[in-house]
């Protein structure tokens, strides 16, 4: 071991054993990040937020929850929301957060996508986000899925049932998926697992993998501005900060951040105290019944767009049936945004607003997910049938067609 002199301070004690000071150095106080920045990106830090207080609402929310398909309505129903001390509180700062955090990780992906964060050199800081959001809608499911009510478990029936849809093992996947023929206790018990357990895990790691891919190639800009952050971090070390390109993460960077964090937490406790009710479907208040089937079954708001891919086909086409052709197109957009950064050709890092031709690809995709979602919750009869068959083709025609539109826009600026 090395030789350790005597610490004249607490400080200097862990400095000697953890070596502090460095640390820091590294994690936060020279951990640079570009100035052009805006309120946007501080929507990772709001997101680490919420899923802080999803943890520690949870922990409290578990101590009371019972994972039994004939206990678990009533443990949140009764127990939670009207025996327990403040068990309200906790789940509707639980259940607000959940779909919230939505609201938050699409900005947050919509944000790269507009500034071209996902480009070249920043595929690892894309995928790793991806692999989060598709955590956080496992996450996010199986947590539905507890309260067990006529939502709960009709949500579950129609989501497993999707996997069905898959050549040869669909069948005895859903079975294997479900622990039983039917959505039953089985299933209860193994999400309740997923949702408290396993994913949350997981999720730990991988936001850690997300940081650590955003450290070498260093977040983008609002300029999409390639710079020496060597020569720009030793302005400001020198005392130059007017003149250096970069702030430091701590604790310039995270103390605007604390500042949006504060901001919006006045708005979300506005929702948990005043308008909960966005979060709770009004039919989950019913208790789960595998005998009756509600009169229409839609996932909650942030899964709506994707659902009305799967719904948007509900005709033959060229002898494929609708609904192989709507799985099909679900698979489709479920895995499309994965490779983004492959699909746009074009090598310019700019916010969607300076690039000719992506400024229309992006702001039509943006309207096209809106109708998507806005229709997922309406039923799929008449008129709102074919507006989600029009906006499904429109979202699987802006993917295939991306690779082209973004070539020809390198060839108009010239392959900046
Ligand atoms: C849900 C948990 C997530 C957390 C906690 C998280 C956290 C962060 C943080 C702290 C940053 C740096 C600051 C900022 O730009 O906000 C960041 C950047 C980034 N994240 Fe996430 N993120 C999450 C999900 C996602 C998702 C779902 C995507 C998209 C697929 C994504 C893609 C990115 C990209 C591309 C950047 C770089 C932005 C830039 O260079 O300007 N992240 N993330």
């Known amino acids: 071991m090395a030789e350790f002199e005597k610490a004249n301070s607490i400080g200097e004690w862990f ?16 951990y640079w990040i570009p100035k052009e920045i805006n309120f ?10 919420l899923f802080k207080l999803l943890i520690i609402t949870g922990i409290f929310l578990l101590m009371y929850y019972k994972p039994d398909v ?15 001390g403040y068990g309200w509180l906790f789940r509707n700062i639980h259940g607000v957060g959940a779909s919230v955090v939505f609201l938050i990780i699409y900005i947050h992906m919509f944000t790269a996508i507009y500034y071209g964060s996902y480009k070249k050199g920043r595929e690892m800081i894309w ?9 956080f809608s496992a996450e996010g499911f199986s947590g539905y899925m507890l309260p067990w009510g006529q939502m709960s478990y009709w949500a579950a029936y129609v989501i497993t049932e999707i996997f069905g849809g898959i050549p040869f093992i669909g069948g005895d996947l859903v079975i294997w998926i479900r ?7 089985a299933t209860l018990t193994r ?9 949350p895990v997981v999720l730990i790691g991988a936001i850690a993998f997300h940081f650590y891919t955003l450290r070498f190639p260093h977040v983008n800009n609002e300029e999409g501005e390639f710079f020496d952050y060597k020569k720009e971090s030793e302005k400001y070390l020198a005392g130059d900060k007017a003149n250096s390109k ?10 605007k951040d604390f500042m949006v964090i504060a901001i ?20 989950n208040f019913d208790k789960a019944d595998g005998m009756k089937t509600p009169a229409h079954i839609y996932p909650e708001w942030y899964f709506l767009w994707s659902y009305e891919v799967l719904r948007g086909f509900f005709f033959e086409i060229g002898g494929v049936s609708g609904k192989d052709l709507g799985l099909m197109a679900f698979g489709f957009a479920q895995g499309i945004f994965l490779v983004l950064p492959w699909l746009d050709r074009s090598p310019m890092v700019k916010p969607a607003n300076q690039r000719p031709v992506f400024k229309y690809w992006f702001w039509l995709l943006m309207a096209d997910l809106f109708v998507l979602t806005i229709f997922g919750k309406l039923p799929p009869t008449g008129i709102n049938a074919y507006v989600g068959f029009f906006a499904s083709t429109t979202f699987l025609g802006l993917f295939i067609s991306l690779p082209f539109l973004t070539t020809i826009e390198s060839k108009i600026v010239g392959g900046k």
């Open 264 to 283: 919006f937490m006045v708005f979300f406790f506005y929702l948990v105290f005043y308008n909960n009710g966005f979060a709770m479907d009004p039919v």
């Open 191 to 199: 999400f309740f697992m997923l949702h408290v357990l396993l994913i």
């Open 127 to 135: 995928l790793s986000g991806m692999l989060l959001f598709v955590l």
């Open 40 to 49: 946007l990106w501080a929507m990772g830090a709001l997101l680490v937020m």
């Open 15 to 30: 400095d000697q054993r953890l070596n502090v000071k460095a640390f820091t150095k590294v994690m936060m106080t020279e």
């Open 179 to 185: 622990g039983n023929f039917y959505v039953a206790d």
């Open 70 to 84: 004939n206990m678990a309505f009533d443990s949140v129903n009764y127990t939670i929301m009207q025996e327990v």
């Open 246 to 255: 970069v702030i430091a993460f701590w604790p310039d960077f995270l103390s």
